[in-house]
């Protein structure tokens, strides 16, 4: 039987963190110039899901629309066209909507019903912050059970790879404009969860195998942790492979208001593969290898 090929993850580090470093500037850079397209949870606003009863066409949506005065916005369509979204910039005051309910009740008939959301600013604000502290005492809260559970290298590495990860949805969802609502902080705490579970599932097994190793030289620790990654890379490919195939169906066959959600899932599946692999063990390596006092030469990329 031939022995498992064991793939240095630990001399490629460096092109790794290239690639990380070039989507870290890359997102900087689009948040400063565009920022984030924030939906109607985390903005002042009115939201008015309106169900005609029948199908219809962008154009003819911009038309009743403009009968009101709000001619310039864009209307979403549903999957079968028979149902309209529209983002109001401003709160609406319930005769505001009225007159447009009924502009598309002249328009598509009795059969028109609708659904309104409305956020205030002050609520809007509100919900941006708990958003963010949400994400803040979850990152904290892993930072203290990894530093419990395994040391502190391993949770300031752990935090560096899973806050790497929602940094990359983030920036893909600000370069499309694509809409920031409560459905995506959730998808963003379920990707930190998910890289943090896959990541320490190669902690334990570097652990386990640093149990019995003998450790001369940060060349041995590279050669443990190559041969630590390889031997659960199966399992790491394989969970995201299965939670990908659940994530791909409902962003084909959900309905549109989870479509965001799940697009924000595959992409966070994506990169929480990507740096649990690459990146967390790797920062893990740069920390570990000072405490090693070397007595042979170092080999080149060690």
Not at 130 to 141: C, E, N, Q, R
Not at 194 to 205: A, E, G, L, Q
């Amino acid at each position: 039987m031939h022995a498992k090929r064991i793939y240095d993850f630990i001399g490629l580090r460096k092109v790794f963190y290239v690639c990380s470093a070039a989507i870290t500037v890359v997102g900087i850079v689009t948040l400063i110039v565009f920022g984030l397209h924030f939906g109607v949870d985390f903005r002042a606003g009115t939201n008015l899901d309106i169900d005609v009863g029948t199908k219809t066409t962008v154009d003819e949506v911009r038309a009743v629309l403009g009968t009101v005065g709000y001619g310039d916005l864009e209307p979403r369509l549903g999957d079968n066209n028979d149902r309209v979204t529209v983002r109001f910039p401003e709160t609406l005051t319930a005769e505001q909507v009225k007159k447009v309910e009924q502009a598309f009740v002249a328009k598509y008939g009795k059969q028109v019903s609708k659904e309104e959301n409305t956020v205030d600013p002050q609520l809007a604000l509100e919900q941006l912050q708990k958003a963010i502290i949400a994400v803040a005492v979850a990152s904290l809260g892993i930072i203290v059970y990894v530093s419990i559970r395994f040391e502190w290298r391993f949770a300031l590495a752990g935090i560096v790879a899973l806050l790497h990860d929602a940094f990359f949805v983030i920036t893909i969802f600000s370069i499309f404009r694509l809409e920031v609502n409560l459905p995506f902080i959730i998808a963003v705490l379920t990707i930190i969860g998910y890289s943090i579970n896959d990541t320490i599932v190669i902690f334990d097994r570097i652990r386990e195998n640093i149990r019995f190793a003998k450790l001369k030289s940060p060349a041995d620790l590279a050669q443990l942790i190559n041969s630590s990654v390889t031997q659960t890379l199966a399992r790491s490919i394989n969970t995201v492979a299965t939670v990908m195939i659940v994530a791909l169906g409902l962003f084909v066959l959900g309905s549109p208001s989870i479509r965001l959600f799940s697009l924000a899932m595959l992409i966070g599946l994506c990169a929480g593969a990507y740096s649990s692999i690459f990146i967390a063990s790797a920062l893990w390596y740069e920390m570990r290898k000072k405490v090693i006092k070397p007595k042979e030469p170092v080999t080149q990329g060690a």
